[in-house]
């Protein structure tokens, strides 16, 4: 338990208000799959994502992407700036994979795409996130045109960022998710976070050190496994504090 009030309580994270602009996010030992159907303690789980999303805001924060991120100095919190949160999830994929295949499987799994696509999924846990147009968003004032045009022009930018710095580990990037918010002046940061849950990386020999591990059956161990390497090969110390 964190100081300050607790304002909200999701499946992965307890966010908390620090001050008027400023939350502590906490990343939770707890892993869900399959809508929250599947619900299972991680121990350790909570600081390998706040260490990935660290590093991988970090890592965009250098390179000129506005994100919410702060500061984090280990353990499972990170220190963020306050947002109005867009609830539209936005899916950028390289590869065809998941949800894709299941919607149209004419794709082969894994096939490269001829260039990165982009979906933007409304978020609502009782539709199920359902996958929305452009359109859609425009059509119920979800986004401005500039907005969606700022949002799409930095999930594209996002990719190729996460993409060449994975590269150089070896890894490929398969899809992710990314979410948005707006600040007080209504400018529009990368938020939420980027971590073995909102990623799919693969390895040279194509074993995935996300969580498809546990979509997949796999069990707890085994996601941790694949977090951990995740975090070593790109060169992360995560000092194991749960507390
Ligand atoms: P889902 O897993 O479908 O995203 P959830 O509500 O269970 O839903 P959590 O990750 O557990 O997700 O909760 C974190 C919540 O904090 C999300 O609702 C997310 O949109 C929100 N959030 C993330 N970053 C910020 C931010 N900078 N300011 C305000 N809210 C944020
Ligand atoms: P997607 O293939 O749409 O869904 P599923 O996991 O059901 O096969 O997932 C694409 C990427 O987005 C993947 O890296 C996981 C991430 N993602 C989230 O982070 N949160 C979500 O709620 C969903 C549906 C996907």
Do not use: W
């Not at 939350?23 to 994502?49: H, R, Y």
């Not at 710095?165 to 707006?182: A, I, N, S």
């Not at 085994?222 to 749960?242: E, H, K, P, Q």
């Amino acid at each position: 338990m964190l100081g300050g009030q607790l304002l909200y309580e999701g499946k992965a994270k307890r966010v908390y208000v620090k001050d008027e602009n400023t939350l502590l996010m906490e990343f939770k030992d707890v892993v869900t799959a399959l809508d929250g159907v599947k619900v299972s303690q991680a121990p350790g789980k909570g600081v390998l994502n706040a260490a990935l999303s660290a590093f991988f805001f970090r890592l965009l924060e250098s390179r000129g992407v506005n994100t919410h991120f702060i500061g984090y100095d280990g353990g499972r919190v990170l220190t963020v700036r306050r947002l109005k949160m867009v609830p539209v999830e936005v899916i950028v994929r390289n590869y065809a994979y998941g949800s894709l295949i299941k919607r149209l499987p004419l794709y082969k799994p894994l096939s490269k795409l001829g260039k990165p696509i982009v979906e933007y999924h409304y978020k609502s846990d009782e539709l199920h996130d359902p996958l929305i147009l452009p359109e859609d968003i425009l059509n119920t004032g979800l986004m401005s045109g500039e907005e969606l045009n700022t949002v799409n022009e930095v999930s594209l930018r996002v990719n190729e960022v996460l993409s060449s710095e994975l590269v150089r580990y070896g890894l490929t990037l398969v899809d992710f998710k990314l979410e948005f918010g707006r600040d007080a002046n209504g400018r529009l940061l990368v938020a939420d976070e980027i971590s073995g849950d909102t990623i799919r990386v693969i390895d040279a020999e194509g074993r995935h050190l996300d969580k498809e591990v546990f979509r997949k059956g796999g069990s707890v161990e085994d996601l941790i496994i694949a977090y951990s390497t995740l975090a070593r090969r790109l060169g992360i110390n995560v000092g194991f504090r749960c507390t």
